[in-house]
Every structure is written in C-alpha cells, then in structure tokens.
C-alpha cells in the first residue's frame, strides 16, 4: 500500500540559507499535517491543511511557510535557516470523511551547519 | 498543564517478559482519541494501537494492549512478550475533539530497552 513520502530524507543547509521540504501524502487523503521533533524532544506540530486551505497553526516560526497543492502535496518552506532548526521533520495525512487514524511520513531529517 | 504525561524517563524489560509503559493525559473534550507510537533509532513513526474514548473495551494490536481508564485518565501501553526489537521510544499521542482533522498532541517519551 502506498505511504506518505517525504522528501529529501536527509538536508544539509547552512545558516541563513532556505530549505523546501516535500510531502506527499497517501492518494485521496485530503489532511496533511507537518511536525516538527528536534534532537530528543517530542514531535511538535507545526501546521495543518485540510483540502488545500490551512486548518489549524501550531508553534510555527514565522520564517517558515508551508501550502498545500492541488494534487494535494505539501511543501514546508522554511528561511533564514537558524542552527536550532535542525530537527526530524514529519508530515502525516488522514482522511477527515471515515477517519481511521494517521499516516507518518519517513521524515526529513533537516541539519544546519 | 502538560495535555499528555509521560513520566517513565527509561524502562528496562527481560525479553520475553511484559512491559507496561505509562502515560496520563489532561483534557475536558468528551471526544478524544488515545494512540500509541513507537520510534526506532531510525526514526520513523510508527502506529502501534488506539483507543477512542468512546470505545468500551480496551484496544489490542497483537502483544500490544491498551489499558484505558477512563476515569483515571490513563492509556497504559502493555507489551507482552517483548523482543529485542521492541528496544526504542515510544510515544503517548492525543488528538481532542471527533478528529475531523485535529492535530496530534504527544508525550515526552519513554525509552525502552529490551534485555537479551
């Protein structure tokens, strides 16, 4: 069965610079969901998407912004990349019509230098 | 107040024996759903059980068992038979409300080590 896929797995920035994040989640889940777990720390939810439009806005920087696509893929954008940024970065996706639960992403594991 | 509490900082278990990992939460929405995820040293997030809070038995996942009490507001996770695999941290999440498409809220964690 298909996962979420989220890609790159693994990103090398250095202070300053941006990052793009990709997420696509499983085929007809319409809520995408982004999370951000720094170095032994729980996951901390960052935003979420329902149909494309933003449904609800956790403990997100301003410097990051994140939408949801058409086809119903995620990207997270994240600028002026901070040393404290680097974390495993999670997206998940669910279907609000018959909701059975969560599907986690493999993560991108973001490390700034 | 912590909405889940995770107080176990690390467990120890004999392999082949049963390990409860603990985990409290805090909410007034009647509608709530309890899940429990396990992450190896790799990373990645993995589903192992839920319980809605409506649900009037407890949950079970093959070794994995949910110990709800409601009143109590706890969802113990028992896992029975532990194997060597089991060694990582594992996860109390909730989500409040009917779960539309509410976000997850989790716990600090507990790591867990499994003895050969």
């Known amino acids: 069965a298909a996962g979420v896929i989220q890609s790159p797995r693994h990103l090398i920035k250095e202070k300053r610079e941006t990052a793009t994040l990709k997420c696509y989640p499983i085929?007809?889940?319409?809520?995408v969901y982004w999370y951000q777990q720094g170095p032994g720390q729980d996951p901390q939810f960052l935003i979420s998407f329902y149909e494309k439009m933003q449904s609800d806005k956790g403990s997100i920087p301003d410097r990051f912004s994140a939408q949801q696509f058409s086809d119903y893929h995620s990207e997270l954008n994240m600028s002026s990349l901070e040393l404290g940024d680097s974390a495993l970065y999670f997206c998940?996706?669910?279907?609000?019509?018959?909701?059975?639960?969560?599907?986690f992403g493999s993560g991108t594991r973001l490390t700034v230098v | 107040a912590q909405k889940i509490t995770q107080t176990q900082p690390g467990m120890f278990v004999q392999e082949k024996e049963a390990v409860t990992l603990d985990c409290t939460y805090d909410?007034?929405?009647?509608?709530?759903?309890l899940f429990w995820y396990k992450q190896p040293s790799s990373g990645e997030m993995i589903f192992l059980i839920y319980q809605g809070s409506y649900d009037q038995q407890n949950a079970t996942e093959g070794r994995y068992s949910l110990n709800f009490q409601k009143a109590r507001k706890s969802a113990n996770l028992v896992i029975s038979a532990s194997q060597l695999g089991d060694s990582a941290m594992y996860f109390c999440?909730?989500?409040?409300?009917?779960?539309?498409?509410?976000?997850?809220?989790f716990g600090k964690g507990i790591t867990l080590s499994v003895r050969p």
């Open positions: 085929p007809r889940h319409d809520t």
């Open positions: 999440a909730m989500r409040e409300g009917p779960g539309a498409n509410s976000k997850l809220t």
């Open positions: 998940a996706s669910s279907l609000r019509a018959g909701w059975k639960g969560y599907t």
């Open positions: 909410t007034s929405d009647p509608s709530y759903g």
